[in-house]
């Protein structure tokens, strides 16, 4: 499902069939739906969110672009690899991953996505998406029209800034994932992932000791370069040793310390 064509799409009231033995009554006119729109200045995720840190002026010329809002299923894809880039996109309620589709058919899971955190920025190099995005549960996200955000850009340097340190989040969470599958055995792999996870919804107003996951055993895997049987097998051994408390994809961290020492070494 492609879902960058529109943005606010018209809704069109239906309209009721008339009657076969009354008198058929004028049908009324179909009426538009106005288009969702939201606004970041009023948005519960502006603190960490595209706005995080702007000052009032911007932020009001910001709200003038119009955010469309779109409503994802869980298991549609927002947008797919080569498709054209237009939009980035911000998460405003659910998970999204982000994958890649490997030449022998297999996926290859890059990120996950939560609420306040934007997509689709691998567009921005060739003008097509590399990767796609796929919903995790049913979603929201606000699509930004990345041309008209280049151009209120181009008159603020603080726009410039956030622009820069859009790029820059790009860099880091590539270099994390290589620092991941590169330099970490599968139970650091496995810690460091539950310890962001667990920082994430900290900073999102969520218990950070108690959640729930969104994508499965086999996408956490393709995600820290592990199979299957390691990832269950390392949750077994985190469990047994008092760090987690498991039941299927609900996730209680009874010692967050333990599990940030089984990894924070390689990453000072």
Same mark, same amino acid.
Do not use: W
């Given at each position: 499902?492609?879902?960058?064509?529109?943005?606010?799409? &018209?809704?069109?009231?239906?309209?009721?069939?008339?009657?076969?033995? #009354? #008198?058929?009554?004028?049908?009324?006119?179909?009426?538009?739906?106005?288009?969702?729109?939201?606004?970041? *200045?009023?948005?519960?995720?502006?603190?960490?969110?595209?706005?995080?840190?702007? @000052?009032?002026?911007?932020?009001?010329?910001?709200?003038?672009?119009?955010? =469309?809002?779109? /409503?994802? /299923?869980?298991?549609?894809?927002?947008?797919?690899?080569?498709?054209?880039?237009?939009?980035?996109?911000?998460?405003?309620?659910?998970?999204?991953?982000?994958?890649?589709?490997?030449?022998?058919?297999?996926?290859?899971?890059?990120?996950?996505?939560?609420?306040?955190?934007?997509?689709?920025?691998?567009?921005?190099?060739?003008?097509?998406?590399?990767?796609?995005?796929?919903?995790?549960?049913?979603?929201?996200?606000? @699509?930004?029209?990345?041309?008209?955000? *280049?151009?209120?850009?181009?008159?603020?340097?603080?726009?410039?800034?956030?622009?820069?340190?859009?790029?820059?989040?790009? &860099?880091?969470?590539?270099?994390?994932?290589?620092?991941?599958?590169?330099?970490?055995?599968?139970?650091?792999?496995?810690? #460091?992932?539950?310890?962001?996870?667990?920082?994430?919804? /900290? @900073?999102? =107003?969520?218990?950070?000791?108690?959640?729930?996951?969104?994508?499965?055993?086999?996408? &956490?895997? *393709?995600?820290?370069?592990? /199979?299957?049987?390691?990832?269950?097998?390392?949750? *077994?051994?985190?469990?047994?040793?008092?760090?987690?408390?498991?039941?299927?994809?609900?996730?209680?961290?009874?010692?967050?310390?333990?599990?940030?020492? #089984?990894?924070?070494?390689?990453?000072?």
């Amino acid at each position: 499902m492609n879902l960058e064509a529109t943005i606010a799409p &018209i809704r069109l009231v239906p309209r009721h069939e008339p009657s076969r033995t #009354a #008198a058929a009554a004028p049908t009324p006119t179909p009426t538009p739906t106005p288009a969702l729109r939201t606004l970041c *200045s009023n948005c519960h995720l502006r603190d960490i969110c595209l706005p995080c840190g702007m @000052a009032h002026p911007d932020l009001a010329r910001l709200d003038g672009l119009h955010f =469309g809002r779109r /409503k994802v /299923k869980a298991g549609e894809e927002l947008y797919r690899g080569g498709d054209r880039f237009a939009f980035i996109y911000a998460v405003r309620t659910g998970t999204f991953k982000s994958s890649l589709m490997l030449a022998d058919g297999r996926e290859q899971v890059s990120g996950f996505h939560m609420a306040g955190e934007l997509m689709g920025l691998d567009g921005v190099a060739n003008g097509r998406h590399a990767s796609a995005a796929t919903a995790l549960e049913d979603a929201e996200v606000c @699509a930004i029209p990345y041309g008209h955000l *280049s151009e209120l850009a181009s008159g603020s340097a603080e726009m410039q800034m956030v622009m820069a340190r859009l790029m820059s989040r790009e &860099i880091v969470r590539e270099h994390s994932l290589m620092m991941l599958l590169g330099s970490m055995s599968a139970e650091e792999r496995l810690a #460091a992932f539950l310890v962001n996870l667990s920082q994430r919804m /900290k @900073a999102r =107003g969520y218990s950070p000791s108690e959640f729930h996951l969104r994508m499965s055993r086999a996408e &956490i895997g *393709s995600y820290l370069g592990m /199979k299957l049987e390691t990832v269950s097998r390392t949750f *077994s051994s985190f469990q047994q040793r008092g760090m987690l408390e498991v039941d299927k994809r609900h996730i209680r961290i009874v010692d967050l310390d333990s599990l940030t020492r #089984a990894f924070e070494p390689k990453v000072h």
